[in-house]
């Protein structure tokens, strides 16, 4: 059976600060899919959040970028801001929905997207990602360790359905342009671009025979509103086995710490973490996420896995409630207390370019420089000028 599953997810009120959101956010939300399913607008769905952010999963046989799940997806987030987050006067309520009206397709109006139809195979497991104070990028590293690291994927090297490798496709977020690049034979080329994590973000992940095996949000909410509206915490779909990899290849590529960007006002560069969700409640279709404390974070990545049948969604399993991911989550807290230890300096902080739609400009602007040729040569006049008190 042909069925899409569609990933779409906002910050639509923080709870306090930008750390959780309100369990009543939730219930609200999964309240309302499950009315839309009830409807047959949707097979079924599950709700979530990581941090701040709510993500909406559902299954449906409407194809990608439906207006119907669409707007179901955005009446959701609006009410939520309405009914839940206002009421509670939750911090930055409606923060993510930054256009007004729904003309038919949720991309561009602030939420993230991940969506993939599928021939639903005899069996289906798929797993959702989402991760929190940073930006689409952050999967470039794991992607490319699962589909085409054979020191992280075993089966490229084992399973001849995997041998022949995959397809990446990349999008440049700046000049809107898409490339295809293939691994093995192109793996070179292909880091050299998605390594530059703000601007090249892997998009989908194809098997060389066309199946459609990962696809990763790429909204930029900056680029959309022309301000710093927070980072673009991302979402992510993977299916897995047989053929594919392995449910556990898909997560090994989590237990390397690495660096990513988006910590504290989107402008700090620290560890992803793997986190565990405090609750999942598969009877009521939703599960509380794990919450950012230490300086807003540090980033972090939740995992829901499901077994799809019929486009029904079994599950959720936590994918990282497990021992064995205590270790990433002790190396991500050792990187995060090294790495804030520098404060205001590169590379914790971002470079400029990708402050730029933050209020540090504003402030730099207050501060007079002087032309350098000039103050070298009357040197003493300018600062006893300014000791003086005059400018
Ligand atoms: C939000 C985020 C937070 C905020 C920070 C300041 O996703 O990353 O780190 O940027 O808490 O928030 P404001 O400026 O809203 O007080
Ligand atoms: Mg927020
Ligand atoms: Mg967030």
Redesign the pocket.
């Known amino acids: 059976m042909q069925v899409t599953v569609s990933l779409i997810k906002a ?1 639509v009120g ?1 709870f306090p600060g ?1 750390a959780q959101v309100h369990p009543k956010m939730l219930e609200y939300a999964a309240a309302k899919l499950k009315e839309a399913q009830r409807r047959g607008v949707i097979i079924d769905y599950f709700v979530f959040n990581v ?3 709510i993500s909406l999963l559902m299954t449906h046989t409407k194809g990608e970028d439906s207006p119907e799940i669409h707007g179901l997806a955005w009446e959701t987030f609006k009410e939520v801001t309405e009914q839940v987050a206002k009421r509670y006067k939750l911090y930055g309520a409606g923060q993510d929905l930054l256009k007004d009206a729904f003309s038919g397709n949720i991309r561009g109006l602030g939420p993230q997207v991940a969506e993939m139809e599928i021939e639903e195979r005899p069996s289906e497991p798929v797993i959702a990602f989402a991760a ?2 940073t930006e689409p990028g952050a999967f470039n590293l794991p992607l490319y360790r699962i589909f085409a690291d054979p020191f992280n994927t075993a089966g490229l090297v084992i399973d001849p359905a995997m041998h022949d490798g995959f397809v990446f496709e990349v999008l440049d977020v700046k000049e809107h342009k898409v490339y295809l690049l293939k691994t093995p034979e192109e793996s070179y080329a292909l880091l050299g671009l998605v390594g530059t994590t703000g601007r090249y973000i892997i998009r989908r992940v194809y098997r060389k025979d066309g199946l459609v095996a990962a696809v990763n949000s790429v909204e930029r909410l900056s680029l959309i509103a022309g301000r710093y509206v ?2 673009d ?1 991302p979402v992510m779909i993977t299916r897995a086995q047989a053929g594919l990899p392995a449910v556990g290849e898909i997560l090994e590529a989590f237990a390397h710490p690495h660096l990513v960007h988006g910590w504290m006002r989107g402008s700090h560069a620290g560890p992803l973490m793997p986190a565990r969700f405090a609750l999942i409640d598969p009877d009521r279709r939703m599960a509380i996420g794990p919450k ?1 404390t230490r300086f807003d974070g540090p980033p972090k990545v939740g995992a829901l896995g499901f077994q799809l049948h019929d486009g029904h969604l079994e599950g959720a399993v936590d994918m990282f409630d497990d021992p064995a991911f205590d270790y990433t989550r002790h190396v991500a807290a050792m990187i995060a207390d090294y790495i804030r230890r520098m404060g205001p300096f590169q590379p914790h902080r971002l470079p400029p370019e990708e402050l730029e739609y933050t209020a540090l400009p504003k402030i730099l602007a207050r501060i007079k420089p002087y032309a350098a040729d000039e103050y070298d040569s009357e040197r003493k006049k300018y600062v006893d000028a300014v000791i003086r008190g005059a400018s």
């Open positions: 910050d923080g930008h941090g701040d952010d929190d104070k927070g980072k915490d950012m």
